[in-house]
C-alpha cells in the first residue's frame, strides 16, 4: 500500500521569505502523481500544485514550485515570498496512474509571520 | 472548476443518534467521494459513490455506519448512523477535477458528538 509522510507537522516563516515543506512517499508504482493542497482555516481544501511522476521537470505555479526526486520518492513544496494568506494546512496527496483514490499526508501547518 | 455545497456546515449531536449530510455539485459528475478528517488529522476516504450503483467503502468503513446514497450526477447523501464521540470530524464531499487525481471539495461539515 502506498503511504506519504510528512515530517514537520508545524512551519514557520517570516512573510516575503521562503519556505520548504517535505513529503516523502512510499509506492510500487512507476507511474502515479503527487499534490500538494492547501486548506485554509475556513476548511475548503484547494489544490495548490500537481506533478505527473514521468516529467523530470519540476511543475512550478506563480510562487509554488516543488522538488520532485524520484529516486528518493521525495516531493517538497517550495513557497517562495510568503504571504500571510498562505497560512493553511498543507497535505501531500499521492495517486496511481488509475487515479481512483487519493492517500494523505499527515499535514504540515505553515504560519506566517507578519 | 465544480462549486460544492455541503449541508450541514457544523452540528452539534447527540450520542446515539444519526445525522445526514448533503452534498450538492453545480455540474453533473460520475463520482463522488466522501472523506472523514478527525481533529487534527489527515483525510481519510470513506466511500465513493456512483450513480445508480452502491458506493464502495474502504477498509475500516461499512455501509450500516455510514450508508451513502447517490440519487442523481449531482447530489449525494452521507449518514453518520448511531453515533459515538469517536465519530467527531469533518466531513468533506468531493469530485474529480479535471486532471487525474485532482480533486475540488466541499468545505466541509464539521460534526460534534456528545
Known amino acids: 500500500a502506498q503511504t506519504v509522510t510528512q515530517s514537520q507537522p508545524e512551519m514557520s516563516v517570516q512573510e516575503a521569505e521562503t519556505v520548504t515543506l517535505s513529503c516523502t512517499y512510499d509506492?510500487?508504482?512507476?507511474?502515479?502523481?503527487l499534490f500538494w493542497y492547501k486548506q485554509p482555516p475556513s476548511r475548503q481544501m484547494i489544490l495548490v500544485i500537481r506533478q505527473e511522476a514521468y516529467k523530470q521537470q519540476n511543475a512550478t505555479e506563480n510562487r509554488f514550485s516543488v522538488n520532485f526526486q524520484k529516486a528518493a520518492k521525495s516531493f517538497s513544496l517550495k513557497i517562495s515570498d510568503s504571504q500571510l494568506g498562505d497560512a493553511a494546512m498543507y497535505f501531500c496527496?499521492?495517486?496511481?496512474?488509475?487515479?481512483?483514490?487519493?492517500?494523505f499526508g499527515g499535514g504540515t501547518r505553515l504560519m506566517v509571520k507578519p | 472548476s465544480a462549486v460544492i455545497s455541503q449541508k450541514p456546515s457544523r452540528d452539534i449531536c447527540q450520542r446515539g443518534t444519526s445525522l445526514t449530510i448533503q452534498c450538492q455539485v453545480d455540474s453533473q459528475v460520475t463520482m463522488m467521494f466522501w472523506y472523514r478528517q478527525q481533529p487534527g488529522q489527515s483525510l481519510t476516504l470513506i466511500a465513493t459513490?456512483?450513480?445508480?450503483?452502491?458506493?464502495?467503502?474502504e477498509s475500516g468503513f461499512v455501509i450500516d455506519k455510514f450508508p451513502i446514497s447517490r440519487p442523481n450526477l449531482t447530489f449525494s447523501t452521507l449518514t453518520v448512523s448511531n453515533m459515538s464521540p469517536e465519530d467527531s470530524s469533518i466531513y468533506l464531499c468531493?469530485?474529480?477535477?479535471?486532471?487525474?487525481?485532482?480533486?475540488?471539495f466541499g468545505e466541509g461539515s464539521r460534526l460534534t458528538v456528545l
Open positions: 496527496a499521492y495517486t496511481g496512474n488509475a487515479g481512483n483514490m487519493l492517500t
Open positions: 509506492t510500487s508504482e512507476s507511474d502515479y502523481y
Open positions: 468531493s469530485v474529480d477535477g479535471p486532471y487525474t487525481g485532482e480533486l475540488f
Open positions: 459513490a456512483n450513480q445508480g450503483s452502491e458506493a464502495t467503502y
